[in-house]
């Protein structure tokens, strides 16, 4: 049974949920809310579209998923401003790419192999990458990227600019040794990062309460004296609120913080995973609050969207999803000799 909303608890350490209220800087509540929306179903799209091109085998190797989880990475990045802060990410990657501003179609590129994809076609769908972005990855060994994105924080503090660094981890990476290390220097070094775990229940097949002494991961940062909170991760305001106090925080007082956004995906861990693991009632739980329907229905409440101009947004990503699929189909494979290209020797 998962958390469910019912579940998400009280922060342990410093940082409570926030009113869920926010604008663009300059732009007006309509505007920031239905871009969230935009993102959200561009994302979607985007991996519907990718789901169903790994089906006729265009796509191939690993494709992990991320419909379910939208309001995470598209919530936590609107609180940045790319200009000086840096996003990295694990294996699941798709939606912190999209929600970072990534061309879809180099994106589908990559997933496809070809030459014009974001990383040349040597990556695939785990190593999104953006250097211009700031969008640093992508990850497949997990809680690796954990002590780079602290580095990054160093980079930031040594070099004394104004960034702040997100990391996105699962609830898999959590007992890994590196992510216990890079908080413990993150606060020895007062480094602005926030951590945010993304916690969809499982870490592959395996329910996360199985492996972990503690549950309330918002406890996590506590040995290291880093202020942690807990939030429903399937509401995009909720999530922005929370990471835009972190985000703040970090910029401000070079203060490191932990998050757990509790969330679920829709999908098993990758392609050849049909989840028999859980029941068709948790997952039914789940999308009963389905991030876009949740934004969704606020909007139409407040009056700030209606079905028709849903629909819009809907089918231009879509436009979108197709666009980056046409585009991938037509760019070339890599050429032999770029095996030796990138590499270290
Ligand atoms: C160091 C390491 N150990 C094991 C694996 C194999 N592995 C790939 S994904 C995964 C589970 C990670 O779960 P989580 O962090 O919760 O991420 P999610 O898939 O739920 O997004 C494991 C054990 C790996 N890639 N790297
Ligand atoms: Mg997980």
Known sequence: MGKGK???????????EKKTTSKT?????????????????????????????????????????????????????????????????????????????????????ELYGRQAGCSRGKGGSMHMFDVDKHMLGGNGIVGAHIPVATGVALKIKYKKENGVVLCFF???????????????????????????????????GTDFRRVSSVTDFSKMGLSYDIPGSQMDGMDVLKVHAAVKEA??????????????AVTYRYKGHSM????????KEELGEYKSQDPILILKAQMLKSKQL???EFDKIDAGCKRIGNEAVQFAEDSPQPAIEMLYEDVVV
């Not at 050849?272 to 029941?279: I, L, N």
């Open 6 to 16: 019912a579940g998400v608890t009280s922060a342990a350490g410093t940082a409570p």
């Open 25 to 109: 800087p300059g732009g007006s509540e309509k505007a920031f809310r239905t871009e969230l929306l935009r993102q959200m179903l561009l994302i979607r799209r985007f991996e519907e579209k990718s789901a169903q091109m790994y089906g006729l085998r265009k796509i191939g190797g690993f494709c992990h998923l991320y419909i379910g989880q939208e309001a995470v990475a598209v919530g936590a990045v609107a609180a940045l401003d790319l200009k000086d802060d840096y996003v990295l990410t694990a294996y699941r990657d798709h939606g912190h790419a999209l929600a970072c501003g990534m061309d879809p179609k180099a994106m589908m590129a």
């Open 170 to 204: 699962g609830d898999g990476a959590i007992h890994q040794g590196s992510f216990h290390e890079s908080l413990n220097l993150a606060k020895i070094w007062n480094l602005p990062i926030v951590y945010i775990c993304e916690n969809n229940q499982y870490g592959m």
């Open 247 to 260: 985000a703040d925080r970090a910029r401000k007082e070079h203060q490191p913080s932990f998050i757990e």
């Open 272 to 279: 050849s995973d049909p989840a028999t693991y859980r029941t």
């Open 306 to 308: 209606n079905n028709e």
